[in-house]
């Protein structure tokens, strides 16, 4: 039987690597601190990776791949000394590179954060740079799997679940407009090239990088598509309700909307020519070796259900008042 330790594994990517994993008939071991309950399943530990010991408890076994999503050098350089392995598989990020459009695994990288755990996102590409060389140089093979934006059901950030329920619940249309099909604030940048990934077809991927032991970089993520097919998709998704209003990237920021994250924000998208790149990463390799993606329309139709039930506020998006402000501004 094969064994793996998901260290994680009760929240999102973690949580649907071990998930597949149990279904596919593995021996899946779970490290986390149990803030949320972990799959049904898994030998569930729970542990802190911060503490210095943080993975006594599974030290003594021999595992043939270790799933690893962190974000903290240390937890790495902590995991490469205590733990036994055939293969380890980190879960890196595009965020990796330094700017540019169509770049391959061998692209240049951004310098390595020095430090032992990232305090802000704008460590986050450095610090998982420096997590990759970790554990490129242990005793053992490992993916590095950059991935790009991850979404699909469990999605927290809202970036996936967002254009669908927008599109799904529009806001009525502002006084004087016209009463047709109602709209929904979009950016005016329909060949912004957006990738994403669905967590679930991500997660299909690692397990294969795992158990075939992949070896080096690969960029994961979904293929390059434009804004506008990105919205058309979220539009059929929610069921044909509303239509894009294009608002100029200009307009959007005088009126205090900006892109990507954030209150009052966009997702998707974000108007920055050195970021325009993110979207366009070359996935040759990883599907050479196996990579499959699902429509985005799939994608999300069954994220959908996640955004309908969330309590409380968004993380990205604007809100209905947000919406109507814009809409009627423009």
């Not at 996640?306 to 814009?326: F, K, N, P, Q």
Request: glycine share 10%; aromatic share 6%.
């Amino acid at each position: 039987m094969t064994h793996i330790l998901v260290l994680g594994g009760t929240a999102f990517l973690g949580r649907e690597v071990a998930r597949q994993a149990v279904g596919a008939g593995y021996d899946v071991t779970c490290l986390a601190r149990g803030s949320a309950p972990p799959p049904e399943g898994v030998d569930f530990v729970v542990a802190d990776r911060d503490e210095d010991d943080g993975l006594a408890t599974v030290a003594g076994r021999r595992w043939d791949a270790v799933v690893d999503v962190t974000l903290h050098p240390v937890h790495v350089h902590r995991a490469v000394r205590d733990l036994r392995t055939e293969h380890w598989v980190f879960v890196s990020t595009a965020n990796v590179y330094e700017a540019g459009a169509g770049l391959d695994e061998g692209a240049p990288l951004v310098e390595p954060f020095a430090g032992e755990r990232m305090s802000g996102m704008e460590e986050y590409g450095p610090a998982k740079v420096a997590c990759e060389e970790a554990y490129r140089h242990s005793r053992t093979t490992s993916t590095l799997a950059r991935a790009g934006l991850i979404g699909g059901p469990g999605d927290e950030s809202g970036r996936s679940g967002y254009w669908p329920w927008r599109f799904a619940h529009p806001v009525d249309a502002p006084e004087g407009a016209d009463r047709g099909l109602p709209e929904v604030v979009t950016p005016d940048d329909p060949d912004y090239p957006t990738a994403l990934i669905d967590v679930r077809d991500l997660a299909h991927w690692l397990l294969r990088a795992a158990t075939q032991r992949l070896d080096g970089a690969y960029n994961v993520t979904g293929p390059s598509t434009p804004l506008a097919q990105v919205l058309a998709a979220a539009a059929e998704a929610a069921g044909g309700r509303a239509r894009p209003r294009p608002v100029p990237p200009a307009r959007l920021a005088e009126l205090g909307v900006s892109g990507w994250m954030g209150p009052a924000s966009l997702p998707l998208w974000i108007d920055d020519p050195a970021l325009r790149g993110f979207g366009t990463l070359d996935t040759s390799r990883a599907v050479a070796a196996g990579l499959v993606t699902r429509p985005l329309v799939e994608t999300f139709r069954d994220v959908l259900p996640h955004e309908e039930a969330r309590i409380g506020g968004r993380r990205c998006g604007l809100d209905d008042a947000d919406e109507a402000r814009v809409l009627q501004a423009t």
